[in-house]
């Protein structure tokens, strides 16, 4: 079965700073994977996705992501962060590129003025 | 284009009885998953459903069962409530295309005591 581990359950960068959330996670196929964040009280939102081709993924918000194989990893970075990124985020992979996604447990981000 | 409405958002019921939650997708969107969230198991897929037929489900009893309509609204149930029921319940919903990317509610959060 696959699985998602999120190193760090708390990070706190202050405002302007560079933003470095990691996600492992063990697949024995090719995996497709995921960051989506929420926002208190509301549900979660697509940030970004890797399926095939590019390794370096972009999403919405200034974030990005790298998929590296050797490392199984797909850390989610962003250069300067923002009072506005403040939320939990949620790295995921999918079972055969399918929407029954597997969740980390969550990282939650505090961005500090 | 109005998102994705779960109904209702908060209730409280008490061991034994039953629950039911209601979701209605994106319009044009005819899968609709179900995710439970806990502050200890974090988000578990329990099942997904297009053009009313169960296309995916995850490890839950049979206490859970949930229930399209040809107009894709969803609803789940769950029956003989325990207080381990108590989390956040969300609905995402997506075009059909096993693409991963889902559009979430706010969730209903459930109360069991």
């Known amino acids: 079965a696959q699985s998602v581990t999120q190193l760090g359950s708390h990070v706190s960068v202050s405002e302007g700073a560079l933003v470095l959330l990691r996600c492992n996670y063990s697949?024995?196929?090719?995996?497709?994977l995921f960051w989506y964040v929420q926002y208190p009280n509301q549900g979660l939102q697509l940030l970004l996705k890797?399926?095939?081709?590019?390794?370096l993924v972009k999403g919405i918000n200034g974030f990005e992501a790298e998929f590296k194989k050797s490392e199984t990893s797909f850390h989610l970075t962003k250069p300067s962060a923002h009072m506005s990124d403040a939320a939990e985020y949620f790295c995921?992979?999918?079972?055969?590129?399918?929407?029954?996604?597997?969740f980390g447990a969550g990282t939650i981000l505090r961005v500090k003025s | 284009k109005a998102g994705v409405t779960q109904t209702p958002r908060y209730l409280i019921k008490t061991r034994g009885q039953q629950v039911t939650l209601s979701c209605s997708p994106i319009?044009?969107?005819?899968?609709v998953s179900w995710y439970q969230q806990t502050p200890g198991q974090g988000l578990q897929f329990l099942f997904e459903?297009?053009?009313?037929?169960?296309?995916n489900k995850g490890n839950f009893p049979g206490r859970f069962s949930g229930r399209q309509f040809s107009n894709s609204r969803s609803e789940m149930n769950v029956s003989t409530l325990e207080l381990g029921d108590s989390a956040l319940y969300l609905c995402?919903?997506?075009?059909?295309?096993?693409?991963?990317?889902?559009?979430f509610g706010e969730g209903s959060r459930l109360t069991v005591l």
């Open positions: 319009s044009g969107h005819r899968s």
């Open positions: 995921a992979v999918s079972e055969e590129y399918g929407n029954k996604l597997v």
């Open positions: 459903y297009f053009s009313e037929t169960q296309r």
């Open positions: 995402a919903s997506t075009t059909g295309a096993n693409t991963g990317e889902l559009f």
């Open positions: 697949s024995s196929v090719p995996p497709y």
């Open positions: 890797y399926t095939t081709g590019a390794t």
